[in-house]
T-cell receptor, first 113, second 114 residues
Framework: GDSVTQMEGPVTLSEEAFLTINCTYT??????LFWYVQYPGEGLQLLLK?????DKGSNKGFEATYRKETTSFHLEKGSVQVSDSAVYFC????????????FGTGTSLTVIP | DGGITQSPKYLFRKEGQNVTLSCEQN?????MYWYRQDPGQGLRLIYY???????QKGDIAEGYSVSREKKESFPLTVTSAQKNPTAFYLC?????????????FGPGTRLTVL
């Protein structure tokens, strides 16, 4: 079936450190891949997405590249800020099928000054 | 502004009472979803609707009911049959097209059953 596995947290980093949150997937068709961010007490916000192999999604300094050969979509940021503290969810859906979205369990990130 | 609204943000109910959570969207999206989120956990799908007057059960539909009488609205009722209803509930809508397929979320409703 379709699923997403993401790195367990929590992750604690110092400000300006490099961030990587791993995400791998299994898919029965052609997936679109997403990263969502959730701040405390709020809903999920779309952070970035990629719809085909080798696409790179980027937003607010975050990047992720859709790697078909390794079935991965790792989230990276070169220099994190305290304001990046949140929970990050990796997700996929199979394009044009109307299927569900499948979410990872979330990775909590805390950035300390 | 276009978006998804959920009300209320916080909801308290006594055990054994039914309660209805509101979800409204003005994005003109056909598909809408309800998820449940428990502390430190991911999202679990309760119900979804791809079109007006049609909906399907998700992974944890027992104890919940929905209706989809209008494109803009997808209310969720948490019934007394739901054994552990205290949770954070998220509504989402989905845009699907030739070049896009993305889900957008509302701000959530935190339900506490006393």
């Amino acid at each position: 079936g379709d699923s997403v596995t993401q790195m367990e947290g929590p992750v604690t980093l110092s400000e300006e450190a490099f961030l990587t949150i791993n995400c791998t997937y299994t898919a029965t068709g052609y997936p679109s891949l997403f990263w969502y961010v959730q701040y405390p007490g709020e809903g999920l916000q779309l952070l970035l997405k990629a719809t085909k192999a080798d696409d790179k999604g980027s937003n607010k300094g975050f990047e992720a590249t859709y790697r078909k050969e390794t079935t991965s979509f790792h989230l990276e940021k070169g220099s994190v800020q305290v304001s990046d503290s949140a929970v990050y969810f990796c997700a996929l859906t199979i394009r044009n099928t109307g299927n569900q979205f499948y979410f990872g369990t979330g990775t909590s990130l805390t950035v300390i000054p | 502004d276009g978006g998804i609204t959920q009300s209320p943000k916080y909801l308290f109910r006594k055990e054994g009472q039914n309660v209805t959570l509101s979800c409204e969207q003005n994005l003109n999206h056909d598909a809408m979803y309800w998820y449940r989120q428990d502390p430190g956990q991911g999202l679990r799908l309760i119900y979804y609707s791809q079109i007006v007057n049609d909906f399907q059960k998700g992974d944890i539909a027992e104890g919940y009911s929905v209706s989809r009488e209008k494109k803009e609205s997808f209310p969720l009722t948490v019934t007394s049959a739901q054994k552990n209803p205290t949770a954070f509930y998220l509504c989402a809508s989905r845009v699907q097209g030739a070049r896009t397929d993305t889900q957008y979320f509302g701000p959530g409703t935190r339900l506490t059953v006393l």
